[in-house]
């Protein structure tokens, strides 16, 4: 892969932690910077195109996320740099690299991009879960809170969309759609 080299640049440093782990903790990083990256462009898709009756608040809703995301991105680069790492942050690189499925680009209804959001905030969820483990193996607890702190709010924002789909699956017959009902399939189709 071409950006290996970059990836695994060290800069000379006086952090205490060994090289070799840092090299390992960085890469673990740098793939996260790509998959949040990606997901905060997908979030960003879904807030301009969504349509529907629940239009304003699924709007507000993605660019709160969105904005939260960005924040992320900048806590997860940085700490990067602060390993006396190379941060891989464009959005080429993000899309090399990213963990993610690319977004639906035929879905319009709002529970149709609640649902393809479910979709990515799941798999992103369970590697930031990952790496709180994997970077305090490292010896690293500063990542690991770092991790610590991304995870509890990205399972919080998995809970504000799929709280949108239980609803639908719970309440019945009120003219929800079935793509609800099928909330990991949407993005798929
Ligand atoms: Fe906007």
Do not use: C
Request: aromatic letters at 6%; zero cysteines.
């Amino acid at each position: 892969m071409s950006d290996k080299k970059p990836s695994t640049r060290l800069y000379p440093t006086r952090i205490d932690i060994p090289a070799e782990a840092r090299s390992q903790i960085i890469a673990i990083l740098n793939q996260t910077l790509a998959a949040s990256l990606d997901l905060k462009t997908q979030v960003k898709q879904a807030h301009w195109n969504v349509k529907g009756s629940d239009f304003y608040q699924l709007h507000e809703l993605f660019d709160e996320i969105a904005t939260e995301l960005e924040e992320f991105i900048d806590l997860v680069a940085e700490r990067v740099t602060a390993l006396a790492g190379y941060a891989l942050g464009t959005a080429r690189l993000a899309a090399a690299n990213s963990i993610l499925p690319e977004y639906p680009l035929d879905i319009d209804a709002g529970l149709d991009h609640v649902a393809a959001l479910a979709d990515r905030f799941a798999p992103y969820a369970k590697h930031i879960r990952e790496a709180i483990d994997k970077t305090n193996d490292l010896g690293d607890a500063d990542t690991a809170d770092l991790y610590t702190e991304v995870s509890r709010t990205i399972d919080k924002r998995l809970w504000f969309l799929e709280a949108h789909l239980q609803a639908s699956t719970t309440q019945g017959g009120n003219g929800t759609t079935a793509t609800a009902k099928t909330g990991e399939k949407a993005a798929v189709r």
